[in-house]
Nanobody
Framework: QVQLVESGGGLVQAGGSLRLSCAASGRTFVFDTMAWFRQAPGKEREFVASIRWSTGIRDYVDSVKGRFTISRDNAKSTVNLQMFSLKSEDTAIYYC?????????????????WGQGTQVSVSS
């Protein structure tokens, strides 16, 4: 079993910043990719960013490039999402996810492990 627990969400004004963290525990050796997804009300779950645990390779959705940074802390089995220049359209529930293998995927159904989500609200 793998457990993922997110933290760091909240309410922020447009242009502000937030840092999300995801702590992994359990059989963490079974996965190599950790990612952040988000889901706004009435919309499908959307890929935001991912990082390969073994290589550090990062991928981002175009809408967050240059504003969001994903990073990892191997010792703490934690992945972080630093978000700058937040916009109202970034408002969503943000989910941490993990999968095995180092092949990139932005499809939610390719990730078997999920956290419970943390709300990010950006006021304009």
């Amino acid at each position: 079993q793998v457990q993922l627990v997110e933290s760091g969400g909240g309410l922020v004004q447009a242009g502000g910043s937030l840092r999300l963290s995801c702590a992994a525990s359990g059989r963490t050796f079974v996965f190599d990719t950790m990612a952040w997804f988000r889901q706004a009300p009435g919309k499908e779950r959307e890929f935001v960013a991912s990082i390969r645990w073994s290589t550090g390779i990062r991928d981002y959705v175009d809408s967050v490039k240059g504003r969001f940074t994903i990073s990892r802390d191997n010792a703490k089995s934690t992945v972080n999402l630093q978000m700058f220049s937040l916009k109202s359209e970034d408002t969503a529930i943000y989910y941490c996810a993990a999968k095995d293998g180092g092949i990139f995927s932005s499809r939610p159904d390719m990730y078997p492990y999920w956290g419970q989500g943390t709300q990010v609200s950006v006021s304009s």
